[in-house]
């Protein structure tokens, strides 16, 4: 049984369709469902279903599309998410028409960084501290971020069916509170 949840909107996957119902009748969901069997898309995901049990979460047409809104889909492929030398060669200019360009693309990368690129997240955050005035220099560090994202589109998550017998739920976070260490510490 595998369960992803992104705020309100999730997908619960497993091979009998009544376990999964009293999983989430234990649990107290309370959610509207609607049931397919092997869904392709979730909230502008691909998911690619393998014959081993393997479930493949692939963002390529979701990066795809933000890439071609913000005209960056012909664009070069950098390896770094930005180049710190870079913004020291721009004048700091700010063009208000622009502001909620930049808000809505920040919003795009945002929601990459919280599924499936997880290592963008401190240079999306550094940018959205900017969102209400950005300059040119905030464009240039997000033109570059949308190149590095570019390359990586590739990336998916992946789900694989396992041994684990037990009937608990794992929960996976790279946050410092979920290790055993943050528990102890009075």
């Given at each position: 049984?595998?369960?992803?949840?992104?705020?309100?909107?999730?997908?619960?996957?497993?091979?009998?369709?009544?376990?999964?119902?009293?999983?989430?009748?234990?649990?107290?969901?309370k959610l509207s469902l609607k049931y397919q069997k092997k869904p392709t898309h979730h909230l502008g995901y691909c998911l690619d279903w393998e014959t081993n049990g393997t479930i493949y979460l692939k963002p390529q047409d979701l990066i795809s599309k933000i890439l071609k809104n913000h005209d960056m889909d012909r664009s070069w492929d950098v390896k770094t998410q930005c180049n710190g030398n870079l913004l020291q060669a721009f004048k700091s200019v700010r063009d208000p028409a622009r502001?909620?360009?930049?808000q809505q693309e920040i919003g795009n990368i945002d929601y990459l960084a919280q599924d499936t690129r997880k290592y963008i997240s401190y240079k999306v955050n550094s940018l959205s501290?900017?969102?209400?005035?950005?300059?040119?220099?905030?464009?240039?560090?997000?033109?570059?971020?949308?190149?590095?994202?570019?390359?990586s589109s590739s990336l998916c998550l992946h789900c694989q069916k396992t041994t684990f017998k037990r009937h608990d739920v794992i929960g996976l976070a790279d946050a410092a509170y979920a290790n055993k260490k943050w528990k102890e510490i009075p």
């Open positions: 049984m595998f369960l992803y949840v992104h705020v309100e909107n999730g997908f619960l996957i497993g091979k009998n369709e009544n376990k999964l119902l009293t999983f989430l009748e234990k649990r107290n969901f502001d909620p360009a930049f501290r900017h969102a209400a005035h950005p300059t040119n220099k905030h464009w240039v560090a997000l033109n570059n971020l949308l190149q590095y994202v570019k390359v």
